[in-house]
């Protein structure tokens, strides 16, 4: 179970912590459509795995920090938007609040799904102190130019385990293989297993699909997501 703290200017978030003495944190963002369905139940399961593998999580629900509702029209209704910017400072903030909890140990890993994995990697990119691991499931790179990650946040980024199916057609499977090409050009860790999620889709992209006909008819499924938790707590417990 998890417990609704604040922090920072009244920005709410979700609270998983574990029984253990100490332990690392992990920040984890939602995407797009904020907590809406399926994505609730996904990372919510996520988090409480996390917590069970005395990882304490929080996820902030960022988009307060603009008065931004969830969901394509809300978030990009006049293109890539400026707010990114204090989307991510709120997700710092996020971290800061997870790392002055008495108990953590001071490791910190920051976890994003879609549009929240590109906020997860900008944030990364310039915490201090360093994090640990940065996870990314089928983010979206269009607003991070290849220069930014080369000259900006090679410097600063830790290693990067990233999930993507291949039959995605909300986030293109091809911006991970290029996400994953330019961070191992610059120098950075990345663990990208291409095959892993090879008949995978984007979540709820099924059901995109009575609105948008051209998706591919595939979905992020219940054996996806236990795989990409196993991997995830693997490499977290690597890098933490």
């Given at each position: 179970?998890?417990?609704?703290?604040?922090?920072?200017?009244?920005?709410?978030?979700?609270?998983?912590?574990?029984?253990?003495?100490?332990?690392?944190?992990?920040?984890?963002?939602?995407?797009?459509?904020?907590?809406?369905?399926?994505?609730?139940?996904?990372?919510?399961?996520y988090?409480?795995?996390?917590?069970?593998?005395?990882i304490?999580?929080?996820?902030?629900?960022?988009?307060?920090?603009?008065?931004?509702?969830?969901?394509?029209?809300?978030?990009?209704?006049?293109?890539?938007?400026?707010?990114?910017?204090?989307?991510?400072?709120?997700?710092?903030?996020?971290?800061?609040?997870?790392?002055?909890?008495?108990?953590?140990?001071?490791?910190?890993?920051?976890?994003?799904?879609s549009?929240?994995?590109?906020?997860?990697?900008?944030?990364?990119?310039?915490?201090?102190?360093?994090?640990?691991?940065?996870?990314?499931?089928?983010?979206?790179?269009?607003?991070?130019?290849?220069?930014?990650?080369?000259?900006?946040?090679?410097?600063?980024?830790?290693?990067?385990?990233?999930?993507?199916?291949?039959?995605?057609?909300?986030?293109?499977?091809s911006?991970?293989?290029?996400?994953?090409?330019?961070?191992?050009?610059?120098?950075?860790?990345?663990?990208?297993?291409?095959?892993?999620?090879?008949s995978?889709?984007?979540?709820?992209?099924?059901?995109?699909?009575?609105?948008?006909?051209?998706?591919?008819?595939?979905?992020?499924?219940?054996?996806?997501?236990?795989?990409?938790?196993?991997?995830?707590?693997?490499?977290?417990?690597?890098?933490?």
């Amino acid at each position: 179970m998890s417990k609704l703290i604040t922090f920072g200017n009244g920005i709410t978030a979700d609270w998983y912590e574990p029984t253990t003495t100490t332990y690392p944190v992990a920040v984890v963002s939602y995407g797009t459509e904020g907590m809406n369905p399926p994505f609730d139940r996904l990372i919510d399961d996520y988090c409480l795995e996390l917590s069970k593998a005395e990882i304490a999580v929080i996820r902030p629900d960022y988009f307060k920090a603009t008065n931004t509702s969830p969901g394509m029209q809300g978030v990009f209704q006049s293109g890539p938007p400026s707010r990114f910017g204090d989307w991510v400072e709120a997700i710092k903030d996020a971290a800061k609040y997870g790392l002055g909890v008495p108990k953590a140990n001071g490791k910190l890993a920051f976890v994003g799904f879609s549009l929240g994995a590109n906020l997860a990697l900008r944030a990364a990119s310039d915490f201090a102190p360093k994090p640990s691991a940065v996870i990314d499931f089928f983010g979206p790179i269009e607003s991070i130019p290849q220069s930014e990650i080369s000259s900006v946040m090679a410097v600063q980024l830790p290693p990067v385990l990233v999930h993507h199916g291949k039959e995605d057609g909300i986030v293109k499977f091809s911006e991970s293989v290029e996400l994953d090409s330019w961070l191992k050009a610059a120098g950075v860790v990345c663990d990208f297993d291409r095959a892993a999620y090879s008949s995978s889709g984007h979540p709820g992209q099924k059901r995109a699909r009575e609105f948008l006909s051209h998706l591919p008819d595939a979905d992020w499924s219940v054996v996806d997501q236990q795989k990409s938790i196993t991997s995830s707590i693997a490499f977290l417990k690597k890098h933490l």
